[in-house]
């Protein structure tokens, strides 16, 4: 089926570096979505994007993040600087339509780990 | 905020059985209410949704979903081994789904 590829798998880096998870969604979906999961607790909701647009995003979102999807290429989370909070797995995902007309497409994760 | 509850955190049954997992939720406008399925180390995958109070089977899955009780579940007929994995349970509006923090089932042969 659909796959959502998220690059990289894993990465180390140390606290006030800049990084940038790549994800490269499903190539006829619309909308897109970050979510972060700490190890042992729930998948929470950060941003979403539509037509070049943040629609909405959680209190998580902090000034520290941005997204962008330049030129229909990868769908991109920047933290800069990074914190020792922000270590986490970071999901991607998309969809074709809203989330109540189709199901989201995840990708397998981006794990995080600020030293 | 939306308040998302799993129960049980984890469930052990023998192959055969049936299983059922249940989902609470905090937000009556809720719109959306789908079961996802992730093995390890793997993406979330959605196994099925429903949109209004009632009952959707699929195979042997079947989703009831009572929106008055701010409830819904998911029962696996003849479970499998196959079926161990995480099971997530996803509500909210249109563009931001709120995520349960999951039930560990293990099915074993």
């Known amino acids: 089926g659909p796959k959502v590829l998220q690059i990289p798998s894993h990465q180390i880096i140390d606290m006030g570096q800049m990084v940038t998870l790549n994800c490269d969604p499903v190539?006829?979906?619309?909308?897109f979505y970050w979510y972060k999961q700490i190890l042992g607790q729930q998948m929470e909701f950060l941003v979403n994007?539509?037509?070049?647009?943040?629609?909405?995003k959680s209190k998580l979102f902090k000034d520290q993040f941005s997204v962008e999807r330049p030129d229909g290429s990868y769908f991109t989370l920047k933290i800069q600087p990074t914190a020792l909070e922000d270590s986490a797995v970071y999901f991607c995902?998309?969809?074709?339509?809203?989330?109540?007309?189709?199901?989201?497409?995840f990708g397998e994760g981006s794990k995080l780990t600020v030293l | 905020q939306q308040k998302v509850q799993q129960s049980p955190e984890s469930l052990i049954v023998p192959e055969g059985a049936m299983t059922s997992l249940n989902c609470t939720f905090s937000d009556s406008a809720s719109q959306y209410f789908a079961w996802y399925r992730q093995h390890s180390g793997k993406a979330p995958k959605a196994l099925m949704s429903i949109f209004s109070n009632g009952e959707k089977e699929e195979g042997r899955f079947t989703i009831h979903l009572n929106k008055a009780s701010l409830h819904f579940s998911l029962h696996i007929r003849d479970s499998q081994p196959s079926d161990s994995a995480l099971y997530l349970c996803a509500t909210g509006g249109n563009y931001k789904p709120t995520f349960g923090k999951g039930t560990s089932l293990v099915v074993h042969p």
């Open positions: 994007f539509y037509n070049g647009k943040v629609m909405e």
């Open positions: 995902a998309s969809s074709l339509g809203a989330a109540n007309t189709g199901q989201l497409y």
């Open positions: 190539s006829n979906h619309l909308y």
